[in-house]
């Protein structure tokens, strides 16, 4: 006989919190001894090939207060346009471009900063070249399921307007959000917005 399951109640959902940074970047946290370091502290290691390049921004909610305990994660490509990957057939990659990354917002000033190289282009499965990027994954409290976007580069005009996946958004006046504006010799600023009138494009995974 099957059971009755009318008066079980569903069990509360809940939101990301900062265990995220126990499980993930314990050293950060000042719980030494689990891990000798944490992992993918840099996506580059010491004779990388490229422009180096280090990007600093904040994550954004739709009240306007920075997430000091957002974690974030990046994926990207060497100099070459080449993924550390063994899935990657047109060559080897610099093996001194790991490419992931693991690196969290500052507790007291909400700050990230990714240090690396910037990538090259990268071809698109139905052709043509992707512009130079940098792959995000976002998680914090009050995210229920991490967010995934790209960081492309405002001083990339002509491979920015090539790119077959910044041609697909519908609404043109939401790309500038994918945008790192060049502040400076190898700076760059990006701020992730989760919500309101310019909430960064996130893509499905």
């Given at each position: 006989?099957a059971q009755t399951l009318d008066y079980l109640l569903e ?111 990268v071809p698109h499965h139905t ?79």
């Amino acid at each position: 006989m099957a059971q009755t399951l009318d008066y079980l109640l569903e069990t509360p959902s809940q939101t990301a919190g900062p265990y995220v940074h126990i499980g993930c970047t314990p050293n950060l946290l000042g719980n030494r001894g689990i891990y000798p370091r944490d992992l993918g502290t840099s996506p580059i290691r010491p004779g990388a090939q490229g422009e180096r390049i280090a990007i600093t921004g904040t994550v954004i909610d739709g009240a306007g207060m920075t997430l000091k305990d957002a974690l974030l994660e990046s994926w990207q490509a060497d100099a070459a346009g080449l993924y550390n990957s063994p899935n990657e057939v047109r060559g080897p990659a610099d093996p001194n471009v790991p490419g992931w990354c693991r690196f969290a917002a500052d507790f007291d000033t909400a700050e990230f900063r990714l240090e690396t190289i910037k990538p090259g282009r990268v071809p698109h499965h139905t052709g043509g070249l992707m512009a130079p990027h940098i792959a995000l994954w976002i998680v914090a409290r009050g995210i229920n399921i991490g967010l995934s976007t790209r960081i492309y580069f405002d001083d990339e005009e002509a491979a920015n307007a090539e790119c077959p996946v910044l041609a697909r958004i519908e609404h043109k006046g939401r790309i500038p959000t994918l945008l790192a504006q060049k502040t400076g010799p190898g700076a760059y600023r990006f701020d992730i917005r989760l919500q309101g009138p310019d909430e960064t494009v996130f893509f499905d995974a």
